[in-house]
Structure formats: C-alpha cells, structure tokens
C-alpha cells in the first residue's frame, strides 16, 4: 500500500502588540503608496529573539564605525570635564535604554574609585535589563537595583527616580547613551526626563546628528543582512514571511527610516480581526532622527539650565552633558 505524507502546515504566530498598533495607526496615502507606520521602538523588543538580534547588530564592524565608536572616542576625550560635573560622591546611575550595559560601563571605570554608585538599568525589555545586570556585576561597580521598575518605558521614570534618593543618595546621573534619543520624539523625551530630574542632576547624551554620513547610512542600511534581520522580526510577528516582504532605508525629514514593501496582497488575520495588505505598501518598523547640531542645541537649552556639547571629529556624533 502506498504511504501518503501530508507537510505540517507552518504555525503562523501574531503578536497582538504589534497587530493593535497596525490597527489602531492605519495608513497614510504617500501618492498611490498606502504607508502603514508603526515606528515605535517598544516594538523592537517584544521577545528575547529580537533583544538579542539588536545586541548582535550593535557588534557588527560596520554598526561600531558608525554609530559606538564615535560615541565612546567622544566620552574618552571628555571624560576629565564630565567628571568634574558629576564630582564626587556617592551617586545613582540611572541608564536609560541600558541595551547590555557596556556602555554605562566604559563610563562607570572612570568613576569606580570616586564615587560610591547605585546602578539602575531601565528597558523596555527584560531581556536587555537582565544583559546589564550582569554587565555591570561583573565589573563589580556597586550596588545595583533589581524591581519591577526596571522594565518599563521612559514616560514612568517621574515614578521612579524619587525611589532611588535618600539621605546619602540625593544626586542622579542620567545616561541615554548609543542615539537612543534618536528614536523618540525629542522634546517629548527630554521633556519626561527633566521632570524625574531634581536641581544639579545631570544627563549625558550620546546621539547621532544629520550629516551626510547619515544619509549614506540609510543607501546602504537597505543591502545590510544583520539590519535587515533585526527588523525582519516585526513583519514575522504580523503573520508575515520572508518571501511576502523586501526591506528598505531612505533619509527623509531628518530621520532614517527603515520600512518593509508587501510583495503580494496579503489578508492578516487575528482573534476576530483583519487587515488587507496591498502588494505595493510599505510597513515603517523603525525611524531614527538625526536632527542638525544647532536645532538639537536648541531642544536641549529649552529643557536645561546648563548644557555643554562635544561634537566628533566627522561631525556625525555629539556628546551633550546637561545639567538640571
């Protein structure tokens, strides 16, 4: 008699986050082009997998020349005036958008001997937070704080901050640090972190600004397999495949954008709901401004009393330490 296999039909698994906001944000008409936007960096990080492709595209060769490598060459050749702010005593580390905490700790070294610290990681993901922890126990830089706060958004530090201060700790040292503001909108963003700050706490600021390097970034991001791979998870997590999509980058309006083109119309369906998806339109994942020097001075003298810049030597980076 003959046997007769039957292929298992692949799961499809939808992430309802994701489904919600392609729901709730619709499109936008770009000509004939239906835009679907849903730029939102929490999406990033929904799963471990996704944590761990940011952290794997972060130690590409290509992602350090641009993006961290200025960024610490900034912090090494300031580091003297960034300490004579912080001064010295005992201190909380608040790092927001902590990743795996390497950057938080090239900085604490230099403050190991000076100040006694209190390290508090702040991400969106779990997985990026537990990644900092042992970062930064490994190095052994003083306590470090472990609660539910640790995994949150940026709009909840006003909740948390005043938790982190007592008699001996009244000074915070904010770090948002490898163009984490560049994924925001910025004055939103610095507008939720002054208002967790108290008088003489300070921010310092790692982030990319618009020059022409930027714009080559985005030509060559779209040919770029590890960028594609991390952003590759959000069309996954809609029910789509990797033969249904084609990954792009292009610089508008100051800002990169990383989208994905439906290659063939496709329906989604999820719980009792569905989305009819054009072959044609395009799905933004991620949006990452690169605002001109002078309009980012601007930003940061409306939200701080005090606030000094440190351009790199390619005029692609700025290092901002501000101070409330």
Known sequence: MAMIFFKKKKEIKINDLIFKELIKRGYSLEGNTRVWNIADSKLWYITPEQAQGYLDLEESEDYKKLTSNEGMKLVEAHIKEIMNEVGKGAVNIIDLGCGDGKKAANIMKYMKLRNKMIYCPIDISGYMVQKAIETISKNGFGEIIESHWNISDFENLVNITPLLRNNEFKKSFFLLLGDTLGNFEVNELLYEIRSSMIEGDLLLIDTGIDNEKWRMRAETAKYDEKTNKFFMHIPFLLGLEKEEI???????????????????????????????????????????????????????????????????????????????
């Open 246 to 324: 084609e990954f792009g980058a292009r610089f508008e309006n100051s800002r990169i954008e990383f989208y994905y083109i439906i290659k063939n119309d496709k329906d989604i369906r999820f719980q009792d709901k569905k989305v009819q998806l054009k072959k044609g339109d395009q799905i933004i994942v991620a949006i990452a401004y690169k605002h001109k020097k002078e309009d980012l001075l601007s930003y940061l003298n409306m939200h701080f009393d005090e606030v000094h810049l440190f351009v790199s030597k390619d005029n692609s980076k700025v290092l901002a330490l501000c101070k409330r």
